[in-house]
């Protein structure tokens, strides 16, 4: 077929090698099209396990239990309880940061001054 060149004249391209092209084209767009697919379902099973966790406190003690080793649950309980969200945040990624034994040190730590504060 005929088409306007980057002169302005007229040139002639083949039809055959646009074709190629476009096929290429629509299997990529195709492939991407069910990537995007399974990156918002991965996205939206995420955020459905982020509603309890900011939703209930009882969750977040689990959470912090969980980082700590062996130690009772009225450590992480008390002071799951008297914080607010973000700073749980802030102890819950400290305490995936270093090891169980100094959170556990850690949490008792701050447990007993906010205890001597308050």
């Not at 074709?19 to 918002?40: Q, R, S």
């Not at 749980?88 to 169980?100: D, E």
Request: contains cysteine; positive net charge.
């Amino acid at each position: 077929f005929h088409r306007y060149g980057p002169s302005g004249s007229i040139t002639q391209i083949d039809g055959l090698c646009v074709l190629a092209i476009n096929a290429v084209n629509e299997k990529m767009i195709l492939a991407l099209w069910f990537w995007y697919i399974f990156l918002t379902i991965v996205t939206a099973i995420h955020l459905l396990m982020r509603v309890p966790i900011l939703l209930s406190k009882y969750v977040r003690t689990l959470l912090l239990q969980d980082l700590m080793y062996n130690s009772p649950c009225t450590e992480a309980r008390e002071l799951v309880y008297s914080s607010n969200l973000g700073d749980w945040f802030v102890l819950y990624q400290v305490g995936r940061n270093i090891s169980c034994r100094v959170f556990q040190d850690l949490v008792i730590d701050i447990r007993r001054k906010l205890h001597s504060s308050a």
